[in-house]
């Protein structure tokens, strides 16, 4: 039996908050965006069903493959654990593998793609576990065409070439081929167009462009696979992740805009509420769910729903979100409600 918690819905442009079931009346000749109301979601407190015998630790990354299974990555003991829609641990790997695992990524074929920022590396493993590809030099920081520093995401095109977000310290997207080579870079530390400031996460619609995440500027970037410029979708969320749905839905998770602080060196921390946002590929906002804030110490009794420096973003099939929490220490799956 599922227990389950009810979430607010913030709807852009109307001035009240608009809970489960409202009506909304929108002046007459104002040409509004179309947004989802009385749309919010549930949490399944009884998502997964069994967990790893190894706790997890703070959970950075969530992807799901074709075949529906929940690829979760923590900075525990086992890093890799898989678990089935119905919540049932699959598979698990990776102990020892990495030092602060960031992202996790399904791309062609079912390789799994995993992150390291703190190894300044990506790694590109088979669905078992067993290492395939190595982007960047382990343990080894820079700048130039063969090393990565602090990368925090990755995306593989259908033809294979990959583009990372590098990141915490480089301020840059990387353009791999398939074989791991670089072929470009493009990006500095910045605010402009075409700038960032730690560019955060990074993703890819069905026509090929880039989604950048540029955190500490508060906006998401869009750019074509050679770096040009595309648009800018500025101050309407912190997004910690961007991720991008098989129908060109694109979510956002993160914060409200932070201002900056004399101490702050990533904006934000810690994030001042918690928030979900969904767009389509012009930067129009469908949605936008505000969801309770957890502490920010899982030992002060997180409770289901809260949610504590989301980080983690997958959207399945039916359009059910799983979250994963830096501070919570946890993923949770929240369920559509119509």
């Given at each position: 039996?599922?227990?389950?918690?009810?979430?607010?819905?913030?709807?852009?442009?109307?001035p009240a908050v608009c809970h489960a079931q409202a009506q909304v009346e929108l002046p007459p000749g104002v040409d509004y965006p179309r947004?989802?109301?009385?749309?919010?979601?549930?949490?399944?407190?009884?998502?997964?069903?069994?967990?790893?015998?190894?706790?997890?630790?703070?959970?950075?990354?969530?992807?799901?493959?074709?075949?529906?299974?929940?690829?979760?990555?923590?900075?525990?003991?086992?890093?890799?654990?898989?678990?089935?829609?119905?919540?049932?641990?699959?598979?698990?790997?990776?102990?020892?593998?990495?030092?602060?695992?960031?992202?996790?990524?399904?791309?062609?074929?079912?390789?799994?793609?995993?992150?390291?920022?703190?190894?300044?590396?990506?790694?590109?493993?088979?669905?078992?576990?067993?290492?395939?590809?190595?982007?960047?030099?382990?343990?080894?920081?820079?700048?130039?065409?063969?090393?990565?520093?602090?990368?925090?995401?990755?995306?593989?095109?259908?033809?294979?070439?990959?583009?990372?977000?590098?990141?915490?310290?480089?301020?840059?997207?990387?353009?791999?081929?398939?074989?791991?080579?670089?072929?470009?870079?493009?990006?500095?530390?910045?605010?402009?167009?075409?700038?960032?400031?730690?560019?955060?996460?990074?993703?890819m619609d069905s026509r090929g462009r880039i989604y950048v995440a540029?955190?500490?500027?508060?906006?998401?970037?869009?750019?074509?696979?050679?770096?040009?410029?595309?648009?800018?979708?500025?101050?309407?969320?912190?997004?910690?992740?961007?991720?991008?749905?098989?129908?060109?839905?694109?979510?956002?998770?993160?914060?409200?805009?932070?201002?900056?602080?004399?101490?702050?060196?990533?904006?934000?921390?810690?994030?001042?509420?918690?928030?979900?946002?969904?767009?389509?590929?012009?930067?129009?906002?469908?949605?936008?769910?505000?969801?309770?804030?957890?502490?920010?110490?899982?030992?002060?009794?997180?409770?289901?729903?809260?949610?504590?420096?989301?980080?983690?973003?997958?959207?399945?099939?039916?359009?059910?979100?799983?979250?994963?929490?830096?501070?919570?220490?946890?993923?949770?799956?929240?369920?559509?409600?119509?």
């Open positions: 039996m599922f227990r389950y918690r009810l979430f607010t819905v913030l709807v852009l442009l109307v947004v989802n109301v009385g749309t919010g979601y549930q949490v399944d407190e009884s998502w997964p069903a069994g967990k790893s015998a190894y706790p997890w630790k703070a959970m950075p990354g969530i992807a799901i493959d074709a075949e529906g299974l929940i690829w979760t990555v923590n900075r525990g003991e086992m890093p890799v654990q898989v678990y089935s829609p119905d919540g049932k641990l699959v598979t698990q790997w990776g102990k020892d593998y990495f030092i602060s695992p960031h992202q996790i990524k399904i791309g062609r074929g079912g390789a799994v793609w995993v992150v390291d920022s703190h190894a300044h590396a990506v790694y590109k493993f088979t669905r078992e576990g067993d290492k395939l590809l190595t982007i960047g030099i382990p343990g080894q920081p820079g700048d130039d065409d063969t090393h990565l520093k602090m990368p925090t995401d990755v995306i593989e095109s259908p033809s294979g070439d990959l583009f990372i977000s590098d990141g915490y310290r480089n301020n840059r997207v990387v353009h791999c081929n398939a074989r791991g080579r670089f072929i470009r870079t493009w990006g500095e530390l910045g605010v402009e167009p075409g700038q960032f400031s730690l560019p955060h996460a990074i993703d540029d955190r500490n500027n508060c906006r998401v970037q869009v750019f074509s696979q050679r770096g040009k410029f595309l648009a800018e979708w500025k101050n309407l969320c912190m997004p910690w992740t961007v991720r991008v749905t098989s129908k060109d839905e694109v979510y956002v998770c993160g914060a409200s805009p932070s201002q900056w602080r004399s101490d702050d060196v990533q904006l934000g921390i810690p994030p001042k509420d918690q928030v979900v946002l969904k767009l389509d590929t012009t930067g129009r906002l469908l949605s936008w769910w505000h969801f309770p804030s957890g502490p920010d110490e899982v030992d002060m009794g997180v409770k289901p729903g809260e949610l504590s420096w989301v980080h983690g973003l997958a959207v399945d099939a039916e359009g059910n979100l799983y979250l994963g929490d830096i501070m919570g220490q946890r993923a949770q799956r929240f369920l559509l409600t119509k």
